[in-house]
């Protein structure tokens, strides 16, 4: 069986100047933070993933969230058109990556937008953010990119967060799970539930009782345990500085 893949990319020299646009700005240690990134991308080695780096992108400092560049369905990979002009050179490289994967590459062109960070796909259906950087558009064209493959999209607003999956994520079960101040409208979902911290809204699924959460959020991962789940908690706290979060620092890869 092929393991799963996760394509990650180093951050950059310029990574205290990333964007931010719904928390306060605050001092970035961008050597700690590369080591943050160096344990994140250590945790997913040893939960059995194939790493793939991206090549550099220095002069872009928020090309370390590589997640907002490519979403991966299956054989398909969808390079995105970034909703803020800033980040549109972050795609330069990831396409290359993807197609020495095997996968076929479609693209988002303008004047579309779509950031891969407000996609989130559970229960056989693609949620997608729609109001801050992503637009109707962009919604539109990832509709006819996984018709296809017989996969739903349904656009949701996203107003109080960077993206959606800044606001919510999925456990295995489908349970969307959210930082109450900052998801628009939890009705949308099939189901939901509030956690306790923002860090506890955002999770990466490493397999079907595993989960990769930010040290930030050690009550919501006690309740996870509690279900059931086994839970790993990574330092990521200079790159939340910049709304970064766990998913966002990785494009995983299943095929």
Not at 52 to 58: I, K, L, N, Q, S
Not at 99 to 107: F, T
């Amino acid at each position: 069986m092929t393991p799963p893949t996760a394509i990650v990319r180093p951050p950059g020299p310029r990574l205290a100047e990333g964007l931010v646009t719904h928390i306060e700005r605050s001092a970035v240690d961008v050597g700690r933070a590369r080591r943050q990134w160096e344990g994140y991308v250590a945790a997913l080695g040893t939960a059995g993933w194939e790493i793939v780096e991206a090549p550099p992108a220095d002069d872009c400092p928020d090309a370390v969230f590589v997640e907002d560049v490519l979403v991966v369905h299956e054989d398909l990979a969808i390079v995105t058109r970034p909703g803020a002009p800033e980040r549109r050179p972050e795609t330069t490289g990831v396409e290359d990556v993807v197609r020495g994967l095997g996968m076929r590459v479609e693209h988002v062109a303008g004047p579309a937008t779509l950031d891969g960070g407000d996609v989130l796909r559970t229960g056989g259906v693609a949620y997608v953010g729609v109001g801050g950087r992503t637009d109707a558009a962009g919604v539109a064209r990832l509709r006819e990119l996984l018709e296809p493959y017989g996969v739903p999209v349904r656009g949701v607003p996203v107003t109080r967060a960077l993206h959606l999956k800044s606001a919510c994520t999925a456990l295995p079960d489908g349970t969307v799970v959210g930082w109450g101040p900052v998801v628009d409208d939890p009705s949308v979902f099939a189901r939901y539930e509030e956690v306790p911290e923002e860090g506890g809204a955002h999770v990466v699924v490493l397999d079907g009782d595993h989960l990769l959460m930010a040290a930030s959020a050690p009550a919501t991962a006690d309740r996870f345990r509690d279900r059931g789940y086994r839970v790993t908690a990574v330092d990521i706290s200079e790159l939340e500085r910049l709304e970064g979060c766990v998913t966002c620092l990785s494009v995983r890869v299943r095929r």
